[in-house]
């Protein structure tokens, strides 16, 4: 299809399929062609009109206009609720060590977990200590890993206070707390992990056409979940994190579908995220598989707490489950 647009002696032809652009006289007719390219012609308003198919009968481009179509929650990882406690498990159910509370492992049961004579040694040691010099412990290291945003101390000492009294029920950082803060600021959330959510639950609806298949059977994403490591503990930009939860074990996000009217591509935003992790100590806490994490200052005093300091009043000392919200 070509286009002319006729002024006194000078034609102007506009083809799509030209890749060059060049000019020619013709003697005879006086006359002066000019070709271009599509991309190298700036349209005039009459080809504009063309293409779009104005003035020939054709009709305005419709919009293809995005509708909310689902509203859910998607998960990673397993947790029940036990008493008021929601408690963090395995796929098949089972609680890890960190659960478990009031115990008095025997230095056979201690070796048979991973402890080396020195391990087993270093808790027989702190474990002789009093409770109070043991808490004392363990909450000023939680103290010093405080931030001033919300108050320097604050959330450290609210959190050991709630392993000694709390009975074990779930302890919650709410969004625009300090900890939901370095989370949500933090790169490998926002650049990795968010956009990986995503991308995963964009392409399971345009596969399948949902991304939950029923209420009762949640979608278990494999997004790999944001890690924030002990040794993080130093770092300013995520220093409660790092050591209030670490290794986050368990997330539910919640997602907004739309679908477009003409492609009917899907589209996810997520608008909510919570993160569940284990306040508890494990064998590793006590050097158990030649983990260093015994040299953190506050840990083995907060398994001894934990497993031998209230054999007589279980109420003492229980694991719990820190929930992070984060709001987008």
């Known amino acids: 299809m070509a286009i002319f647009k006729k002024a006194s002696n000078i034609n102007i032809q506009v083809s799509n399929h030209y890749t060059s652009l060049c000019k020619f006289s013709s003697?005879?007719?006086?006359?002066?062609?000019?070709?271009?390219?599509?991309?190298?012609?700036?349209?005039?308003?009459?080809?504009?009109?063309?293409?779009?198919?104005?003035?020939?009968?054709?009709?305005?481009?419709?919009?293809?206009?995005?509708?909310?179509?689902?509203?859910?929650?998607?998960?990673?990882?397993?947790?029940?609720?036990?008493?008021?406690?929601?408690?963090?498990?395995?796929?098949?159910?089972d609680r890890g060590y960190d659960w478990i509370f009031g115990d008095a492992p025997s230095e056979a049961v201690m070796k048979a977990n991973g402890m080396s004579k020195y391990d087993i040694f270093n808790i027989n040691l702190t474990k002789s200590y009093t409770e109070a010099y043991l808490k004392t412990e363990m909450k000023s290291t939680l103290v010093g890993f405080s931030d001033i945003e919300d108050g320097f101390g604050k959330n450290g000492r609210a959190l050991a206070n709630h392993f000694f009294t709390g009975q074990g029920q779930p302890f919650t950082f709410a969004a625009?707390?300090?900890?939901?803060?370095?989370?949500?600021?933090?790169?490998?959330?926002?650049?990795?992990?968010?956009?990986?959510?995503?991308?995963?639950?964009?392409?399971?609806?345009?596969?399948?056409?949902?991304?939950?298949?029923?209420?009762?059977?949640?979608?278990?994403f494999t997004t790999k979940l944001p890690y924030y490591s002990a040794e993080e503990g130093l770092n300013p930009w995520v220093n409660e994190i790092a050591a209030?939860?670490?290794?986050?074990?368990?997330?539910?996000?919640?997602?907004?579908?739309?679908?477009?009217?003409?492609?009917?591509?899907?589209?996810?935003?997520?608008?909510?995220?919570?993160?569940?992790?284990t306040f508890g100590a494990g064998w590793e806490d006590g050097?158990?598989?030649?983990?260093?994490?015994?040299?953190?200052?506050?840990?083995?005093?907060?398994?001894?707490?934990?497993?031998?300091?209230?054999?007589?009043?279980?109420?003492?000392?229980?694991?719990?489950t820190v929930i992070i919200d984060i709001e987008l």
């Not at 290794?247 to 608008?271: F, N, R, T």
């Open 27 to 93: 003697e005879e007719s006086e006359s002066v062609i000019i070709e271009a390219t599509k991309e190298n012609l700036e349209l005039s308003s009459q080809k504009r009109a063309v293409l779009q198919g104005f003035g020939k009968g054709g009709k305005e481009d419709v919009a293809d206009k995005r509708v909310l179509i689902d509203r859910g929650v998607v998960n990673k990882g397993y947790w029940i609720n036990e008493g008021g406690k929601k408690i963090i498990v395995n796929s098949k159910g």
């Open 176 to 220: 625009g707390s300090n900890p939901s803060n370095e989370v949500k600021d933090s790169a490998r959330f926002k650049s990795t992990f968010i956009l990986g959510l995503k991308t995963e639950l964009e392409r399971r609806y345009n596969e399948k056409k949902y991304i939950n298949e029923s209420p009762a059977k949640i979608y278990q």
């Open 244 to 277: 209030f939860v670490g290794g986050i074990q368990g997330c539910i996000a919640s997602y907004k579908l739309y679908q477009y009217e003409i492609s009917k591509k899907g589209e996810v935003e997520i608008d909510r995220i919570s993160f569940l992790d």
């Open 287 to 320: 050097g158990a598989g030649g983990m260093v994490k015994q040299w953190i200052p506050g840990l083995v005093a907060m398994f001894c707490l934990q497993h031998f300091k209230n054999t007589t009043d279980k109420a003492k000392y229980q694991p719990f």
